[in-house]
């Protein structure tokens, strides 16, 4: 089992840029495909992106305005973390930021659902003002 606790959210102007982090327990966290999710509030849980065990293959969201512009998923699995550099960002990026691990190294063709994945953080909120 692992346990994810996200950090770095916060209160930012549009245009601004955060980066999110995800700390992962465990020593075998290269096994762990990622994905980053968000909810807004009223709002069904969305897809961001995600990135595979090695870090070799990452995916971003086609709903999400410019996300594989904007946005940049990244791992370290020396650290056991999983990052999400947000640029550019516009107040309908703001949510609650949600990292989750599938527990395979690999992407499937199901990465974009929230039901893909077997573990969750508890959130980290992003605000950004106009």
């Known amino acids: 089992q692992v346990q994810l606790i996200e950090s770095g959210g916060g209160l930012v102007q549009a245009g601004g840029s955060l980066r999110l982090s995800c700390a992962a327990s465990g020593r075998t966290f290269g096994r762990y495909a990622m994905g980053w999710f968000r909810q807004a509030p009223g709002k069904e849980r969305e897809f961001v992106a995600a990135i595979s065990g090695s870090g070799g293959s990452t995916y971003y969201s086609d709903y999400v305005a410019s996300a594989k512009e904007r946005f940049t998923i990244s791992r370290d699995n020396a650290k056991n973390t999983v990052n999400l550099q947000m640029n550019s960002l516009k107040p309908e990026d703001t949510a609650v930021y949600y990292c989750?691990?599938?527990?395979?190294?690999?992407?499937?063709?199901?990465?974009?659902?929230?039901?893909?994945?077997?573990?969750w953080g508890q959130g980290t909120q992003v605000t950004v003002s106009s």
């Open positions: 989750a691990a599938r527990s395979t190294s690999y992407l499937g063709n199901s990465y974009y659902s929230r039901h893909y994945y077997d573990y």
